[in-house]
């Protein structure tokens, strides 16, 4: 797990008691941005550990192998499963500046020390909209943080700003191999930390936005490999405004999934999004939608951290699980 040393802790307030998560259900901080103390041994200062673990589904890990996307008999991985890691969540506030003070959700994979996915929430949202996106990639075996942006609210837009404190929190942690992605404006932020930050390897948009040209005017300057997965154009995802900055990307992979709207990317989603963004659905059920999201988005973060290589068979033609979907009209290269 990430350690933060007692000068990037702003806050040490333990949080007690023992919570199973359950992706059906809420983030357990559901927004509370409780705090607590988190390093490698899973122990706070005082000690104790913190002991949320989500438990895998019944999965031979025999038969799957980490670092070629294929099982053992050569069959290629289903990443919308559950992967075969138990997980860690836990809590704790950082100061990144004199204007930022972050709570962070920290999702760790027994045994794995690897690259870390940052993954950050849209615009007026929060932590718990990304709380089952991000067990289940842990899930996979790659470390998850989910931060609470500090300029995502309507006294306190500011995009740019937030991906360099995605940048900041990064270099807290101190991995020297990142993963930034993000829904919507979150990832739009992403989009700049994956400009700024050297370090970074990919950069993952979910039905992300653009704002005032900011995507497009780091695009082409981007190093890292981008994936893009994209929703049908609405009001709430800007008309689908993000794919013009994709498309300056070199070697951007995109793809749009079917039917899905902006709250799709959400998981979980809520009233509040599915109220202002409604969706039609007349083939796929939203279930299905965020089974095919979960898939892709898990093969490309798990292929940039060196765990697998699902990026073929889920992302490019020829692929299998990309060839299924395209057939069933589940999703459209772009």
């Not at 192998?65 to 890691?85: F, K, L, M």
Request: hydrophobic residues 35%.
């Amino acid at each position: 797990m990430l350690t933060l040393t007692s000068s990037m802790l702003l806050s040490a307030c333990l949080v007690t008691g023992e919570t199973t998560y359950d992706p059906a259900e809420s983030d357990p901080t559901d927004g509370d941005q409780a705090t607590s103390d988190i390093n490698e041994d899973s122990e706070t200062d005082d000690g104790l550990e913190t002991e949320d673990k989500t438990e895998p589904e019944d999965i031979d890990e025999t038969e799957e192998t980490a670092d070629t996307g294929h099982d053992e008999s050569g069959e290629p991985v289903d990443y919308s499963q559950t992967g075969p890691h138990s997980v860690t969540v836990s809590t704790d506030t950082v100061s990144l500046s004199g204007a930022c003070t972050m709570a962070v959700t920290e999702y760790a994979p027994d045994g794995s020390d690897g690259p870390v996915l940052i993954l950050a929430h849209g615009f007026s949202r929060g932590q718990a909209q990304m709380a089952d996106w991000a067990n289940h990639v842990a899930t996979w075996g790659v470390r998850v943080i989910t931060p609470a942006l500090c300029h995502a609210n309507i006294l306190d837009a500011d995009h740019e700003l937030n991906g360099e404190e995605m940048v900041a929190l990064n270099n807290l942690i101190g991995s020297d191999e990142v993963i930034y992605g993000g829904q919507s404006a979150g990832g739009l932020a992403a989009f700049v930390a994956g400009y700024i930050d050297p370090n970074a390897v990919a950069v993952i948009g979910l039905d992300m936005t653009d704002s005032d040209g900011l995507a497009m005017s780091v695009a082409s300057k981007i190093d890292a490999q981008v994936y893009g997965l994209l929703g049908e154009p609405s009001s709430c995802n800007s008309e689908s405004n993000g794919l013009s900055a994709y498309q300056q990307v070199a070697d951007a992979v995109t793809v749009r999934v079917t039917e899905a709207d902006h709250c799709d990317f959400e998981s979980p989603t809520d009233f509040v999004c599915t109220l202002l963004c409604p969706g039609t659905n007349n083939q796929y059920s939203d279930e299905s939608i965020r089974q095919v999201i979960l898939g892709m988005m898990t093969a490309a973060v798990v292929d940039a951290a060196n765990l697998g290589s699902g990026v073929d068979d889920w992302w490019l033609p020829q692929g299998v699980f990309y060839d299924e979907h395209v057939s069933a009209g589940n999703v459209q290269g772009l």
